[in-house]
């Protein structure tokens, strides 16, 4: 240590006797050094350096290689009222993306990128995930911070597309840095929605034009931060957070703090309440989590290969003045600090890379300022989420043999959601607009019945359902359908509502239907002519028939045949008392019912499926056997009071043969089920419905009921329908009907997101396990592509079920020609 002591004195002493020469055999020393040892540490030194910064970038080029890798975008579509602080609500559960210290040294932390796309037609809100974040966490993430929030996922794509063939692309952009240290914050309180000017600036774009803004942003933590602190300790002691900048503090004569050995202008800043501000602003930013951040602009078009440079020139500075708009809009940050402009070379290439090398730290609260949902509800061209989505409950089925398919949640990670057939036999209540999607969704659930062997009747009065079930059943069950098209020029099926056993029952059903469909034109003496004549039709010996109806009351001959084969009383009176009448009497008393049996019976349809005699169709069998019923009405080829007409029959004729499962014990029951659309026209019976549906539970029969809108039900049905179908289905209605039907999606589900519902969305709320669990919505799915040629196939298998089925004992025997080779088999 002594020698040292001298020699440092000598060098001191030389220094101060002689300050040039002493400089000057430093020189002379350094050169010899570099004269030895250049030609040997220059190349190595030159080398590693190239190396370095060569693998620095192969490094980069990697990593960044493997966040895009997988990447995708998540479409945000904003909820009616967007809450302020769901921003800072999403970016402090993002810092959860943080990685380990040692993790992030040798692998890097991903960052995360929110984008703002400017079209004509209006603004789209985006948000770039790396494919090495877990699927669905910043999906949940943005759904909890904004309740009501809708998120769909996509591959990563290029925010600006390329041009079309025949057409160049001309971009502008730039870069947005702070403008003073990282350590002094941006503002972040506002009167207003701070990007409300943003929003604002590219209106008008045209249709070749885009515009977009990026936000990149990856959370920080460790000596990234620590250089924050150490710029905020030289804002606090008033000098230069930059190199140059403290390299002239040195020279420059002013008071030097004794704590940081720094020299400091000569200002009392206790008494400055702007730097006072100033550390408390500081001070602030640093104690929150920690972002960092870049942000990116570009405004392109579009303009044709042979544009020339006049053109070109005219269309940059339109460009130019837009993108201008844009970067001055984040003026309305600036408080202790500010953004600049900094060029950005290639802007397209670069926003499409969406590489995040170093940039400027915000806390997550400036971060919120600039990278949210608009709060303002009237944003021009902004798409805004109906409703929200919520996520199913716990117990709600997916997938198996047992489930009835619904369609996939949409909140969060999607999974399918489907109903238990077990839960089904509570019946499932339908209701929505037109072209909302109920066809399809009762489509999926028909064509799930069938393949699982499970017996269905489907009423369809519109035919679009019935031909899509048609299109894609798979060809082995063709034998199974029977087929009822009002359209079809081919023989119908034939199911004789007055034909079975039960002749009593089949009359008061008839009666009961004809009664509720006329029901402004029906009085007792209508019902009490053909309830006689239908009791007089089924006491005659051999197959009763509607076709003669008529003759029964207008041919003497044919009436009196009639009378000559009953043994009643009261038919014998009534008879009576109706022979008594003149011809003009008879003529009044029966013009009410005739125009409407004429009416009903001069359609061919109607009277080869109807009024053809014996039937052909085995509602039992079709019920207990997995059999597949199909009644395409086409409403503009009956009329609407004929197609009630007919669907109700065949509705009656189906809850008879449930019924007659009472003989069947429980155990050997098999799940069948009942799907009619726009069902207020169908259930004519002269049962309630509500009884109905309380009874087909222990059949076994599960009853889908759709329609479109509230008011199409009577009270009493709607009522019923209400406390007895339990399982509710909505999709979009109207504000009427939704505040109706919140009462069964509350308080989950408002009649605001009732209302709003897009299309093939749904709010479901289901029984499960036999309870009502709560409300939640999901996504129908779309039917499979239709099997070219498998109409055609099921309804030429189907035409075995036209011909009439084999005889009971007690029936007259049918001729060789008309009997079912395979009912016979």
Known sequence: MFPSSINHSTLVGDYLRDPLGVFQHVLEHLRDIALTWGPIAGPVLAATAVATVITRK??????????????????????????????????????????????????????????????DDGVQIQFWVPGVVPPGMVERAIEAAWPGAHTSTKPAGAPISDAAEGRTVEAVGGELRLARTEALPIRTEHPADPIRALLGAPVGLGPHERACVQVLARPVTGHRVAKARRAA?????????????????????????KSSKVKTPNVDRQAGLEHAAQDRAVVEKLRANQFETRLRYAVTTTVPAAADKGEIRAVREVLRGRGHAIASAFAAYSEHNHYRRVRLRHPVDALADRRLGKGDLLSIREL????????????????????????????????????????????????????????????????????????????????????????????????????????????????????????????????????????????????????????????????????????????????PNLIDLPKLLTVPAFRQRAREEINDEVLTGFWDWYDELSEAGRAQVIAPLMNKVRGFLLRPFVRAAIAGGESTVDMDDVLNNGGICLVRLARDALGIETAQLVGSIIVGSTWQAATRRARIPQRQRRDCGLYI?????????????????????????????????VSQLPSEMEEGVSANARSKIIFNVSPEDARRLARHTMPRLSEHDLSNLGVFHIAARLVTSGEEAPAFTAVTEKLKPAVPGRAKTIRKAARVNTRPRAADPVSAPPTPSTVDPRRTA
């Open 677 to 709: 659309d726009e069902f207020h026209n169908f259930l004519n019976l002269p049962y309630p419905p509500e009884d109905m549906l309380a009874e087909a539970r222990a059949y076994l029969l599960s009853m889908t009921l759709a329609h479109q809108y």
């Open 58 to 119: 192969r490094w980069h080029r990697r990593y960044h290689a493997r966040l895009s890798n997988g990447a995708r975008v998540i479409s945000v579509r904003t909820p009616p009222t967007v809450d302020p602080s769901g921003a800072i609500t999403v970016w402090s559960n993002l810092v959860g993306l943080l990685r380990p210290g040692w993790l992030r040294r040798f692998s890097g932390q991903p960052h995360l990128t929110f984008e703002l796309t400017f079209t």
């Open 368 to 543: 919120a300022a600039i990278a949210h949902l608009p709060i303002d509800e009237a944003i021009p061209g902004l798409q805004r989420a109906g409703a929200k989505a919520v996520p199913p409950p716990p117990g709600v089925a997916d997938v198996g043999e047992h489930v009835k398919p619904l369609g996939l949640s949409d909140s969060g990670h999607s999974r399918p959601v489907g109903l238990r057939v077990a839960d089904a036999r509570h019946h499932m209540h339908i209701v929505g607009a037109t072209g909302s999607g109920k066809s399809e969704l009762m489509a999926r659930l028909i064509l799930a019945d069938a393949e699982a062997g499970r017996g269905v009747v489907v009423i369809d009065p519109k035919g679009d359902l019935v031909e899509d079930v048609l299109m894609r059943l798979p060809e082995e069950l063709g034998e199974k359908v029977v087929l009822f098209d009002a359209d079809s020029k081919a023989r119908p099926p034939v199911l004789n509502p007055l034909d079975g056993k039960d002749k009593i029952r089949a009359v008061d059903n008839l009666v009961s239907i004809f009664s509720r469909i006329y029901a402004s034109s029906w009085g007792p003496r209508t019902e009490d002519i053909l309830r006689a004549s239908l009791l007089t039709l089924t006491s005659r010996p051999g197959i």
């Open 233 to 257: 300790r030289r804002v606090h002691a008033g000098s230069s957070t930059h190199l140059v900048g403290r390299l002239l503090d040195l020279v420059t004569p002013g008071k030097t703090s």
